[in-house]
Nanobody
């Protein structure tokens, strides 16, 4: 069984920064991709950024140039540094990982962490 534990969410003022972390645990053989999605009230969940095991990344257009995703493969951890936060970044942020437990890859979700950007 896989557990994804997120941390780092909270309240920030516009222009400030937050760093989110997500740690995957379990009897993990390998992790192909880890990423962040977000969902604002009344909106669909959308990709923020993701990163594959070799380091390749992709970002949603609204966060390009402001957010940076990274991972520590030895710690099974993914981070996202969110700079120059805007009120429109307010959402629940969810960690996602594509993980092989020894019988093929499957997708897993974290519980979500609230990010609120307001003055």
């Amino acid at each position: 069984q896989v557990q994804l534990v997120e941390s780092g969410g909270g309240l920030a003022q516009p222009g400030e920064s937050l760093r989110l972390s997500c740690v995957a645990s379990g009897n993990i053989f390998s992790i192909y991709a880890m990423g962040w999605y977000r969902q604002a009230p009344g909106k669909q969940r959308e990709l923020v950024a993701d990163i594959i095991d070799s380091g390749g990344t992709r970002y949603a257009d609204p966060v390009k140039g402001r957010f940076t995703i990274s991972r520590d493969n030895a710690k099974n951890t993914v981070y996202i540094e969110m700079n120059t936060l805007k009120p429109e970044d307010t959402a629940v942020y969810y960690c996602h990982a594509t993980i092989d437990l020894g019988m093929g890859y499957h997708g897993y979700w974290g519980q979500g962490t609230q990010v609120t950007v307001s003055s």
